[in-house]
């Protein structure tokens, strides 16, 4: 059997009563910063174009949506 250690945390807002767990857990501040407002869309690829894009994701550590907007940002660019 575990032991779940519990905490009240100080509240951010007024009002607001936050329960936080000894470890981990989201912090004020913490996780990747936004780019802004953002639109999802969705698109169909090959499973040729798909392969090349993972890999290109795994050399260079960076996720499948960086990369696309970038190609998107670079075509745009050209014009």
Not at 25 to 48: D, F, M, N, W, Y
Request: hydrophobic letters at 30%.
């Amino acid at each position: 059997m575990t032991k779940n250690n519990l905490k009240l945390g100080v509240p951010d807002q007024e009002g607001q009563l936050s329960i936080m767990f000894s470890r981990g857990g989201p912090r004020q501040g913490a996780g990747r910063k936004g780019i802004g407002q953002t639109k999802k869309v969705s698109l169909t690829l090959t499973e040729e174009i798909w392969d090349e894009l993972e890999m290109r994701c795994t050399e260079s550590g960076r996720s499948r949506s960086e990369i696309i907007r970038d190609m998107i940002e670079s075509f745009m660019a050209k014009k």
